[in-house]
Structures are given as structure tokens and as C-alpha cells.
């Protein structure tokens, strides 16, 4: 599931799961309750398991997954099973900035689960230059 | 079961510190709808029978910020920001773009109606379904740039604090007032991220006299139900597809205008409307689109349109501004109204006026009334502390500063064109109406009627309820001004539509969301009315320092009678014996009386019996 922060107007920054090769937040868990989809690669998350701790949040570089915010279990992108309707609507849309691509064998996708804020400060430095160290 | 509406409204007493709630009446709902129907409907309930005695920038005005049931739903997501006008008298309905609008009906509430005056500066924060009032000793003073950040990292440090195991906490939405709306500068805007305003009507300025420096708004909750889901995705796909066509808008916002309507068109102020024809080809979207924009889509929540571009100077005498394209209006008072035909040199008048918090067409307005009375020597060197030179970006950029904090000749200024007009030909002894362009205390929109071939027609602003807003204008196709009531009651951005609605898709997506059945002609002839004929009530009522006179109000600025001195329709003026016709013929449809006063019948008809008494007793 995808989540746009924009701490700055303009400065919008989709922030979502990467699929880490070594799945952090999978090996945090300490009640089982995340796994790996096979076929797609996804992190599941099996709801019954879930005791809505978020040690999984702090385990992501990017601190991606969320707590349902009346439900007691975690909120990770489950890629739609394959067929992400976020990357549908955004193609539809015309804005192609979230589409479906096949995973690159040479790319570290980890490095792209950062923070909305750090990614943000670098934003707003390479729209503005100098005066973008002072938005955010 | 109400579909499509939370069902409620907070309600915030400043002047006792209390905060409360009140259901909506699904009657009222569907006799107003939402946004500025609501409004119009709340505040000649609270307001009516005194509206003459209230001080809009006294405590006992209300500062309203509605939703309609369709925002959130419909591209496009806007909130109406309303209340007895410091600019007008009247009610105006003034729509802002933003997350604000999904905030606070996520947080469970159609609206926010904000009562008395704080004693300190404070700001609100609204989160699921509770709202409090809080210090905001620290924002008080700050442009809008730094009261975006200074909110931002105070509340999602403290949500993070608070709840530590909930992840990112995404950002607030705001809507704030910037140093213009903190001194009560009557053109003020009711601002939302860094160059949205609510500018018409001049809220900014209710919201800096009840010390609300901000309205805050976090919610996790979802929007409300609709009526049929089923019915609706559909519908939001069409919308979707209809946005995305619209390619001209998408790919160049309304900022493809700022050469286009000078150029072609005419109907472009120059210099204080001087005239109304360029042909600077410097001043054509490319410049913009190569010389500033550094992202090109860019949207808020739920619009696949995306108009706005985000433009930035990085160097020489401009840099450090920051803007949206700018769109045709600011390009055009921002811009060529003050003479400025360079890219950089507007996107930095546009930016100090977004960051004082101005409205970036009523305060720019007077901007350029102020350099044409420099311009003909009534004001000097010594009343600006320099010399608001036409085309000098960097002067036009201090003169908005001097406004917003009323500095100087800005005191005066501060009060708007009209009143400013008023009481510096008094001082002077001259006649200073002749140079303002404005209708009913609020500045005209960018669009000048004198050519003919621009949109505006002889009767848009001198008949509008919003005075010149040109975004509410009055026009003789049927309906007249309440078509333009549909998006502001409804709540949702008509640029997203193409200007115009289809009621072909409107009103069946209308009923997807409520469940209730409406067409044009219930529109036009019932709910449109009933909310524009409180307008105009409201309106005639004015003070309690002007009151507008139909016979001598409803009329066009009189630069408009002057012909224009250049462009295609050289000589071309307002033909004063045709508009006069076409206003006679504008009350008729309306139902208003040859003097432009709602009839007893028709407001009888409407359920309005009170309005014909507060009419009956001080206008008639």
C-alpha cells in the first residue's frame, strides 16, 4: 500500500515497500506473522499472527509499514498479489510514476526503502537549490 | 442515514475557550447542499437580522470552512472558506484546493464554524472526532513558508511522540494566514499549502481578528459512506478520463493564458488596466515552462487534472521564490497588471504575496491602483519609501511586504482598493474612484469584459454576489450565477471539469454519493436561488461601514467605459446602454425587483420569509 508524504507543497514522495532481498522486517517479527509471498515477492502479513507490536516498523530502513489505525495489525503492500491497482490508477491517470516493472536482478531496491523526510530534504535541495535546505 | 456527509459541524467558540458539535439537519442539507450553500444558510440564521451591525472583523463574525458531499469523491478537493466579507459586507463563498477538505471530513466533521476571538494567538487542531485550541505564540509573525514547517515538525514530532509504534506519521493539513491576515489586511487569503488561497473575500483578515493564526487538521479515519459504491467507481473512472483529456490544462495549467488572453484575446489588465493587450512573447508559457518549472505535475489529493506546476527561481535578483505556475490569474495581476513581462520577475512577486498570506488578485489589485497613482504623482517616493516603479519586480515585491504588514502607505492600502481609493481622494481631494477596478469592494478577476472576446460578459461582476470575483460572475446564460454555486455548494474544483459541469455526469455521481435525486432545473430554479438570493440580501445589507446601492453599485468600474487604447479591439469600450439592458434583464431572471432586490414572492416561495423582512425593513 502506498502512502504520499509531502512535507513540503509540491514535494510529493510515494513511500511504500521495496521487497528487500533479505526482508527486515520479516526476520523481526517475533510472533511469525510476516512471510514472503512466492510468486510475487511480497511481504505478507498473516493477520491472525499479528499482535500489532510494530517491532517490524523500526526493523525497515524506511520505517514503511504502518499500524492500521483501528484495527490491531500491520499494514505492509501485498503488491495486490501481482496486479498492484495503485500502478492501474497511476497509469490511467497518465502520471506513470508507480507502474508495474519486472524486478532487475543488478538493483539493491533496498537502498529506496528510506524515510519520507530524508527523501523530502533531498528533494527540495534538487528543486530549489541552496534556499531548500530551509523548507523542511 | 445521511450518505456522503460526516453529519456534523465543529463548532469553536474562541472568546470562551469552548468547543462543541452540532448535527446537520438533513433537510437544511438538501435545501443547501454544502460549502457555500451551507454557508449562506448558517450565517443568515446566526447573522441576519443584525448583518448590517456586524463587524466583520469584530468578534461576533463567524469564519466558516465547509466541505460539500461530494469533496473527496469528485476530482478535485476543495473546502469553502466563508463569512461576513471584510471586503464585500457581503457572503462570500471562497473555495481553497488541498488535504485540508479530506482531513477534516476523515476526522469526522463536514465543516468548521469559528466563533468570538481568542485573546492570545492560537491555532486549532483537529484529529478523529475531538478538536482543541492551542498557543501559537510561536507562529504568530511567521510567513507562510515557515508556519508550514514550524506546523509540520511540531505536530508529527509530537504524534511520533505519542504514539511511537504507528510508523510514519504523514502530515498535517493546514489552513493558516500569513502576516496579511495576522494584521487584518482586508484582501487577506485564507491560505492552504504554500501558494493555495482562499482569496476572495478577504478571510484572511476574520481569521487574524480572532487571533487564528491556523486550523490543523490529522485524521485516520475513512470518508464518510456513500450511497451507492457501485454506482460511484464507475463514475470516478469517467471523471478520471474527462481530467486527463483535458490536455491543455494538464500540460500547462492555466498559466498557457498569461500571453494568450493578452495577446488574443485582449481582455488582459496592463499596468492597472490601463489596457488590456500585450503581445510580450517573453511572457508565453515556454518561458515559464523552460525557465522555472521544475515539476511539471503536480496535484492535491485525488485529481488526475494536475494544473499546478511547481515553479522556482534558484539565482539572480529573484531567487528564493517559490510558487505554482503561476496560474493566468497571479501571471495576470502579479504580473502584467503591474507591468512585469518576465517569468522570474512574477514568480517572485507571486511568492512574497503567497508568503504574506495577500490574495494574490484583490491585494495585487491595489498594487496596481498604488503604482498608477504613483505613476500620475499622487503618491510619491516619500508614501512607499521607494519608488513602485512599473515592470520593477523587485519594488512591486517590497510593495506587497509594506501592504501585508502595513507599513507606511500600506496602512491605507491595507483596507483594499475601494476603501483605500476613498480615503486617500480624501485626503488628496481628488477623485481616486476613477482608477480602481473593483466592484463592491472586491477587486475584479484578471478578465476584462471591454473586448468582447474574452469570457466575461457586461454584467459578470457589476451583477455577481461575490462582487468581482470572476470566478462567481453573473452571466445571461440560464441559471445565471448559480451554475457557479454548484461547485462552491457541492465542493469541488471546476477546473477539474473543464470550467463548466456536465449535468449529464454531475448529478448521477451526486446521487451515487447522497442518494438524493437533483437536476438543472432544481438547481437553477430552487436551491441556486435560494442560496444566491441570502447572498444578495446579505450583500445590499453590507456594513457596517459601506453599504452598496444597486442603482450605483451594480455597475462596472469606470475604467471600463474608458476605450481601449491598444490591440485588436483599439476604441473597444463597455456599451453602458447595452449593459444596462442586460443587467434589467439579469434581476428579472433572477427575481429580483428593478432595483436588483429579491422579490417578497420569490423569497416566500423559497421558505425565505425572514429575508423578506430583514429586506422589507431596512432595504426596500
Known sequence: MVRVFMYFPGLEVPHLCTQCHDYPCVQSCPFKALGVDEKTGAVEVYRDKCTACGICINACPGQVPHLHPNRKHILICDLCGGDPACAKICTKVGYNCLTTVNRGQDITYDTYAIRPRDVAKNLAINFFGEMGKEVI | ?620
Not at chain 2, 512599473?390 to 491605507?412: P, Q, S, T
Not at chain 2, 441556486?528 to 446579505?538: E, F, P, S, T, V
Not at chain 2, 462596472?556 to 449593459?579: C, H, I, Q, T, W
Request: contains cysteine.
Open chain 2, 1 to 620: 442515514m445521511v450518505y456522503g456527509y460526516a453529519g456534523k459541524i465543529l463548532e469553536v467558540n474562541l472568546s470562551k475557550d469552548r468547543i462543541s458539535e452540532t448535527p446537520l439537519d438533513e433537510k437544511v442539507l438538501r435545501q443547501y447542499v454544502g460549502g457555500r450553500g451551507l454557508a449562506a444558510k448558517i450565517l443568515w440564521d446566526r447573522l441576519g437580522k443584525r448583518w448590517r451591525s456586524i463587524n466583520p472583523l469584530g468578534p461576533k463574525n463567524l469564519l466558516l470552512a465547509l466541505t460539500g458531499p461530494v469533496t473527496g469523491y469528485l476530482v478535485g478537493t476543495r473546502i469553502c472558506v466563508s463569512g461576513k466579507s471584510p471586503t464585500s459586507n457581503g457572503i462570500v463563498g471562497s473555495t481553497v484546493s488541498g488535504e485540508f477538505a479530506m482531513e477534516l471530513k476523515c476526522a469526522g466533521y463536514d465543516g468548521i464554524v469559528v466563533n468570538g476571538r481568542a485573546e492570545k494567538p492560537v491555532y486549532i487542531l483537529v484529529t478523529d472526532g475531538k478538536a482543541e485550541i492551542r498557543d501559537a505564540k510561536k507562529l504568530w509573525g511567521l510567513s507562510g513558508r515557515e508556519t508550514i514547517k514550524a506546523l509540520n515538525n511540531e505536530i508529527i514530532d509530537e504524534f511520533e511522540r505519542k504514539e511511537r509504534r504507528y510508523g510514519e506519521w504523514k502530515e498535517p493539513a493546514m489552513l493558516y494566514i500569513g502576516p496579511a491576515g495576522e494584521k487584518m489586511v482586508r484582501t487577506a487569503a485564507v491560505m492552504q499549502k504554500v501558494s493555495h488561497a482562499a482569496g476572495y473575500g478577504g478571510y484572511g483578515a476574520v481569521m487574524g481578528s480572532k487571533k487564528l493564526k491556523a486550523i490543523v487538521a490529522k485524521a485516520t479515519g475513512p470518508l464518510p459512506e456513500v450511497a451507492s459504491p457501485e454506482e460511484l467507481r464507475p463514475l470516478m473512472e469517467k471523471f478520471y478520463e474527462a481530467s486527463v483529456a483535458y490536455d491543455s490544462l494538464r500540460r500547462w495549467g492555466t498559466g498557457a493564458s498569461g500571453y494568450r488572453v493578452g495577446a488574443m484575446t485582449s481582455s488582459e489588465p496592463q499596468r492597472n488596466w490601463q489596457e488590456e493587450y500585450h503581445n510580450e512573447r517573453s511572457f508565453s508559457v515556454v518561458n515559464f515552462e523552460t525557465k522555472t518549472w521544475v515539476k511539471r505535475y503536480w496535484s492535491d489529493y485525488g485529481c488526475a487534472m494536475s494544473c499546478m506546476k511547481l515553479a522556482t527561481v534558484k539565482q539572480g535578483p529573484y531567487a528564493g521564490a517559490i510558487t505554482d505556475n503561476p496560474d493566468y490569474e497571479l501571471q495576470a495581476y502579479c504580473g502584467t497588471n503591474l507591468g512585469i513581462y518576465d517569468p522570474e520577475g512574477n514568480i517572485y512577486v507571486s511568492s512574497i504575496v503567497d508568503d504574506m498570506g495577500l490574495s494574490g488578485i484583490d491585494s495585487a489589485n491595489t498594487m496596481g491602483f498604488a503604482a498608477e497613482l504613483f505613476q500620475r504623482g499622487v503618491l510619491t517616493r516619500e508614501d512607499f519609501g521607494f519608488e513602485p516603479k512599473w515592470g520593477d519586480g523587485i519594488a512591486m515585491g517590497r510593495l506587497a511586504e509594506l501592504i501585508a504588514r502595513r507599513r507606511r502607505v500600506g496602512k491605507v492600502l491595507a483596507e483594499g482598493t475601494y476603501r483605500a481609493a476613498v480615503a486617500l481622494g480624501n485626503m488628496k481631494e481628488i477623485d481616486l474612484l476613477q482608477y480602481v477596478v473593483q466592484v463592491k469592494g472586491v477587486g475584479t478577476g484578471a478578465h476584462g469584459p471591454r473586448s468582447g472576446l474574452g469570457f466575461m460578459t457586461l454584467i459578470g461582476y457589476p451583477c455577481s454576489t461575490h462582487g468581482g470575483d470572476h470566478t462567481s460572475a453573473a452571466t445571461p446564460m440560464p441559471g445565471g450565477e448559480t451554475v457557479s454555486a454548484v461547485g462552491d455548494s457541492l465542493v469541488f474544483c471546476t477546473a477539474s471539469l473543464g470550467w463548466r459541469y456536465n449535468p449529464a455526469t454531475l448529478w448521477p455521481f451526486f446521487k451515487a454519493v447522497t442518494g438524493w435525486e437533483l437536476n438543472d432545473e432544481t438547481w437553477i430554479n430552487e436551491i441556486g436561488r435560494r442560496i444566491l438570493h441570502i447572498q444578495r440580501a446579505a450583500l445590499l445589507l453590507g456594513g457596517p461601514d459601506v453599504v452598496w446601492d444597486p442603482a450605483k453599485d451594480d455597475e462596472n468600474p469606470p475604467r471600463f467605459y474608458e476605450p481601449l487604447p491598444s490591440g485588436p479591439k483599439k476604441g473597444s469600450a463597455v456599451d453602458r446602454a447595452k449593459f444596462v439592458e442586460m443587467r434589467s434583464k439579469y434581476y428579472s431572471d433572477m427575481s429580483w425587483d428593478e432595483r436588483g432586490i429579491p422579490k417578497s414572492e420569490d423569497l416566500k416561495r423559497l421558505g425565505l420569509r425572514n429575508v423578506d423582512q430583514v429586506l422589507e425593513k431596512f432595504v426596500r
